[in-house]
């Protein structure tokens, strides 16, 4: 399975707004009803807006780093029991939400998760990306 990251406005131009894109295409980012698009349960909890110190790439990569130990917590949990692990909810969850993802990808061969993070020119060529937390997920599921 080859797994790509694209953006909304890329996804949005090839396949028109977020309810006509095919199965593969994974919307990862938070909710943006302006564009139709639903809190996915992948989005990033922690927002490098919402860090102290730096604005820009330095806050995105920390806030990417604290979404990977999230994220590897909750995959870790091999032994879900609410009374000893308080995130035991959201590991489950999230455990079914990987599983699913894996599912998805072996039926077609392919994923593309969708985000907002990478900048685009108006020729449609990369001008480069930010540090972006689809590339944890990227690596999740490459890792099985
Ligand atoms: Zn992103």
Redesign the pocket.
């Known amino acids: 399975m080859t797994i790509r990251i694209t953006t909304v406005p890329r996804a949005i131009k090839e396949f028109g707004p977020p309810d006509k894109w095919p199965e593969y295409e994974v919307y990862v980012?938070r909710a943006c009803p302006r564009r139709g698009l639903k809190a996915s349960p992948l989005a990033n909890p922690y927002a490098a807006e919402s860090l102290p110190g730096d604005r820009g790439d330095d806050a995105r990569r920390r806030a990417v780093r604290l979404y990977r130990d999230r994220l590897q917590r909750l995959l870790d949990v091999r032994e879900v029991r609410p009374d000893r692990f308080p995130e035991a909810h959201d590991a489950i969850s999230m455990q079914a939400v990987i599983a699913s993802l894996r599912l998805l990808g072996s039926r077609h061969g392919r994923l593309v998760l969708v985000?907002?993070?990478f900048h685009e020119n108006e020729d449609g060529t990369w001008q480069g990306k930010r540090p972006?937390?689809?590339e944890v997920i990227r690596e999740v599921l490459g890792a099985k």
């Open positions: 980012g985000c907002w993070c972006c937390h689809a």
